[in-house]
């Protein structure tokens, strides 16, 4: 499974909300980048050490980056294979995957909302900050809008509720 959606749209929630009530680990696609820099190149290092050792039905093993150390842990994290997982985040359910998903979900919320919390998760409101999360957001509309990911999804889910957790709660 995939959930997909822009930052800050409540992606993770509904992920950990959904893995919880299927029993079903979650790979968090911004546990694998290696740095701000890496947004949508981060596709091959999935691929070698998680998604292929899967597919083989091996346990795989993969490193998480450390945003605040701005390094990946050196120890490693253990996936062992599973029914179902989920892999959850930006570009999770891009073009190359989709076929080998089970089930694509899209999670949205206004643009001023993910921008809002996005700042308060990571914790910086200068202006800088302000403009470079504004180029990766852009950059994530660009390939939504290639990869046409809302359009193949097989459930679009408002993330905008403040009540998010009682909304998935339902699940």
């Known amino acids: 499974m995939a959930v997909d959606g822009p930052s800050g749209a409540g992606k993770t929630r509904f992920a950990l909300r959904l893995a919880k009530r299927i029993d079903a680990p979650v790979v968090h696609t911004d546990d694998l980048l290696d740095g701000w820099e890496d947004q949508f190149t981060f596709w091959e290092r999935l691929e070698e050490s998680v998604l292929g050792p899967l597919r083989r039905g091996e346990t795989a093993f993969y490193r998480r980056y450390r945003w605040d150390r701005g390094a990946f842990d050196p120890v490693p994290v253990r996936l062992d294979p599973a029914p179902v997982v989920i892999l959850e985040g930006v570009s999770a359910a891009r073009r190359g995957i989709r076929p080998e998903l089970s089930l694509i979900v899209f999670v949205d919320a206004p643009a001023e909302l993910r921008f809002s919390r996005a700042l308060a998760r990571d914790g910086n409101d200068s202006l800088a900050f302000r403009a470079y999360l504004e180029r990766w957001r852009l950059a994530e509309d660009r390939h939504f809008a290639a990869d046409r990911t809302k359009q193949h999804a097989d459930l679009v889910v ?14």
């Open 158 to 171: 408002d993330g905008s509720a403040e009540t998010a957790d009682d909304r998935y709660a339902r699940l």
